[in-house]
């Protein structure tokens, strides 16, 4: 079994030791990608900084991701309390049909989506993304915040916090969301990966070179055939993209396999 693990971590850091390995070398050394750290050269690193604008890239990035889990935290953990504390078909419902919504990918309901927000007026701006990070991502946290508040929540702290006179919302947000903390850091760090990558709604909707998330800000080292792609710089601009959430799951780590397993016990 031990074997079978070491055998599956070695082929999944293959791919990101050549993307290492080519990222450190200079134009003219890119012909075998097998043959290793044969070259230190951060020059390409240099390169992809500038060509892309990482700095702007950086931050358009960051505000999208922030804004976008922040809000997904808040509405999947408000929506599934009640679904997992009230007993009754409505409930039930419910909850199943947030469930609904992990076997239908945001990109079948791309186009009626964007027709609706045409229809209302809504511009096209860095920030609309947003709107389809948020509905993607609320089945699956609220799956997960749903199954944590009925195994990991006792129903006894509320009560003790409601017969100490706390109402509904007091309850929630100051005895309920403290508890709720391991499930909250798997759904930041599991949403907060896709919507820090994603490619396709930040290409739908956002138009302006300024406003490009990192992912946009790639194309440009995409190549053609007057213009063959520097793969070393390319590689370099990957690992400057990756480099954050590496960061971020570092300090985040211990949380998260305790809020995904607990949270996906009861459904």
Same mark, same amino acid.
């Not at 992990?102 to 009626?112: D, E, K, S, T, W």
């Not at 509905?135 to 946290?141: A, E, K, N, Y």
């Not at 400057?240 to 459904?267: D, N």
């Given at each position: 079994?031990?074997?079978?693990?070491?055998?599956?971590? +070695?082929?999944?850091?293959?791919?990101? +030791?050549?993307?290492?390995s080519?990222?450190? =070398?200079?134009? *003219?050394?890119? /012909?075998?990608?097998?043959?290793?750290?044969?070259?230190?050269?951060? $020059? $390409?690193?240099? *390169?992809?900084?500038? =060509?892309?604008?990482?700095g702007?890239?950086?931050?358009?990035?960051?505000?999208? /991701?922030?804004?976008? +889990?922040v809000?997904?935290?808040?509405?999947?953990?408000?929506?599934s309390y009640?679904?997992? =504390?009230?007993? $009754?078909?409505? $409930?039930?419902?419910?909850?199943?049909?947030?469930?609904?919504g992990?076997?239908?990918?945001?990109?079948?309901?791309?186009?009626?989506i964007?027709?609706?927000?045409?229809?209302?007026?809504?511009?096209?701006?860095?920030?609309?993304p947003?709107?389809?990070?948020?509905?993607?991502?609320?089945?699956?946290?609220?799956?997960?915040?749903?199954?944590?508040?009925?195994?990991?929540?006792?129903?006894? +702290?509320?009560?003790?916090?409601?017969? !100490?006179?706390?109402?509904?919302?007091? =309850?929630?947000?100051?005895?309920?969301?403290?508890?709720?903390?391991?499930? /909250?850091?798997?759904?930041?760090?599991?949403?907060?990966?896709?919507?820090?990558? *994603?490619?396709?709604?930040?290409?739908?909707?956002?138009?302006?070179?300024? !406003?490009?998330?990192?992912?946009?800000?790639?194309?440009?080292?995409?190549? *053609?055939?007057q213009?063959?792609t520097?793969?070393?710089v390319?590689?370099?601009?990957?690992m400057?993209?990756?480099?954050?959430?590496?960061?971020?799951?570092?300090?985040?780590?211990?949380?998260?396999?305790?809020?995904? /397993?607990?949270?996906?016990?009861?459904?």
């Open positions: 079994m031990q074997f079978v693990v070491i055998a599956i971590m +070695v082929l999944n850091l293959i791919p990101l +030791v050549i993307v290492l080519t990222s450190l =070398r200079s134009p *003219d050394n890119n /012909t075998n990608p097998l043959n290793l750290f044969n070259e230190l050269s951060f $020059s $390409s690193y240099r *390169d992809a900084f500038e =060509r892309m604008h990482f702007s890239a950086f931050m358009n990035s960051v505000v999208l /991701t922030g804004i976008s +889990v809000l997904v935290v808040i509405l999947a953990a408000m929506a009640p679904m997992a =504390r009230i007993q $009754s078909k409505w $409930s039930q419902f419910l909850y199943l049909f947030f469930l609904a992990l076997v239908v990918p945001g990109q079948m309901v791309l186009i009626p964007v027709q609706m927000i045409n229809s209302m007026g809504i511009p096209s701006t860095k920030y609309t947003i709107l389809m990070f948020v509905t993607c991502s609320l089945p699956f946290s609220t799956f997960l915040y749903t199954g944590f508040i009925r195994s990991g929540v006792p129903v006894e +702290v509320e009560e003790a916090a409601h017969i !100490d006179g706390a109402g509904l919302l007091r =309850r929630f947000w100051t005895v309920v969301f403290p508890l709720l903390i391991p499930v /909250t850091v798997s759904v930041i760090i599991t949403q907060g990966i896709w919507i820090w990558n *994603d490619y396709f709604f930040n290409m739908t909707f956002i138009s302006k070179a300024a !406003d490009s998330p990192l992912p946009l800000a790639m194309l440009g080292f995409m190549g *053609d055939q213009n063959p520097q793969w070393n390319l590689f370099a601009a990957c400057l993209c990756a480099l954050p959430l590496l960061i971020a799951f570092s300090f985040l780590q211990k949380y998260f396999v305790g809020g995904l /397993t607990v949270g996906s016990v009861k459904g």
